[in-house]
């Protein structure tokens, strides 16, 4: 389960990422207790055990779908792990449809 210390700061980041770009890049609403949230995903935490990893390169959100899940708009990462801890898993980021760049992180280092 999601500790509860970092929800609060996934929260915070996805809430700064709305601050700064709006609605059209990060839709949100009020929820039934008056907290400000997503519109369509809550928080998701993934960690990946030994041996474990997502299958492929992707994207976090499809530009052109109808699928509400394809609708996430902000994606915060965050390192939890020393890098010399693991093999494999930079994280890359594509900007505008370009060539995947490696994004250097560190433990604790974050990414919206």
Do not use: M, N
């Not at 030994?50 to 959100?61: F, L, R």
């Not at 509400?68 to 994606?75: K, Q, Y």
């Not at 020393?82 to 898993?89: L, Q, S, T, V």
Request: hydrophobic share 40%; with cysteine; proline share 6%.
């Amino acid at each position: 389960p999601l500790p509860a210390w970092l929800h609060s700061l996934l929260r915070a980041a996805a809430k700064a990422a709305h601050a700064r770009f709006g609605d059209t890049i990060c839709p949100v609403g009020i929820d039934s207790s008056g907290r400000w949230t997503p519109r369509y995903e809550p928080v998701q935490y993934t960690e990946y055990g030994v041996g474990a990893h997502y299958a492929g390169w992707h994207t976090d959100a499809e530009l052109h779908s109808d699928d509400v899940e394809d609708a996430r708009s902000v994606t915060v990462v965050v390192l939890l792990s020393d890098e010399d801890k693991f093999e494999g898993g930079k994280f890359q980021v594509r900007v505008g449809g370009g060539r995947a760049t490696p994004v250097p992180l560190k433990a604790g280092d974050a990414i919206a």
